[in-house]
């Protein structure tokens, strides 16, 4: 089975994002996680202005996230992300936030998202983004 591309969104750890203990705040790396996907489907043409247009708002459903090992001040960070799975009216990536000088993953995530129309109600995945994401979505 050919893997997914995956998307890739690269930081540098800023100190006001640290904890008392020096490492990355948990908190932060949601933000980090968020990020990587807008980046992603902005890359697409998928911003927020034009997912509106299509009638359509995406919002967090469910995040399962995993804390490996920490970030500290300065560490050089890559997010990669692809789609593992694609439903109805719902979309779950697969995330790693990678320390790219010592290739550890430090954080797992599973972002799952639902698709609604401009009033609140779940509402298919517009064809056109199914299409868009599928050499990012893993097949199978």
Same mark, same amino acid.
């Given at each position: @089975?050919?893997?997914?591309?995956?998307?890739?969104?690269?930081?540098?750890?800023?100190? /006001?994002?640290?904890?008392?203990?020096?490492?990355?705040?948990?908190?932060? /790396?949601? %933000?980090?996680?968020?990020?990587? #996907?807008?980046?992603? @489907?902005? +890359?697409?043409?998928?911003?927020?202005?034009?997912?509106? $247009?299509?009638?359509?708002? #995406?919002?967090?459903?469910?995040? %399962?996230?995993? &804390?490996? %090992?920490?970030?500290?001040?300065?560490?050089?960070?890559?997010?990669?992300?692809?789609? +593992?799975?694609?439903? @109805?009216?719902?979309?779950?990536? %697969?995330?790693? #936030?990678?320390?790219?000088?010592?290739?550890?993953?430090?954080?797992?995530?599973?972002?799952?998202?639902? &698709?609604?129309?401009?009033?609140?109600?779940?509402?298919?995945?517009?064809?056109?983004?199914? $299409?868009?994401?599928?050499? /990012?979505?893993?097949?199978?």
């Amino acid at each position: @089975m050919k893997e997914p591309k995956t998307f890739s969104f690269f930081l540098k750890v800023r100190k /006001y994002e640290l904890d008392s203990f020096g490492h990355v705040n948990n908190a932060v /790396y949601l %933000h980090y996680l968020e990020t990587a #996907i807008d980046e992603a @489907m902005s +890359s697409l043409g998928y911003t927020v202005p034009r997912l509106k $247009e299509l009638g359509i708002i #995406i919002l967090v459903k469910e995040l %399962h996230i995993e &804390f490996k %090992h920490p970030a500290l001040l300065g560490d050089e960070l890559e997010v990669r992300s692809y789609v +593992s799975e694609a439903r @109805m009216v719902r979309g779950t990536w %697969h995330q790693q #936030i990678i320390n790219r000088k010592t290739a550890k993953v430090l954080v797992e995530a599973y972002n799952t998202g639902v &698709f609604l129309d401009l009033e609140g109600k779940p509402t298919k995945i517009p064809r056109e983004i199914v $299409e868009a994401l599928l050499p /990012y979505t893993k097949q199978g």
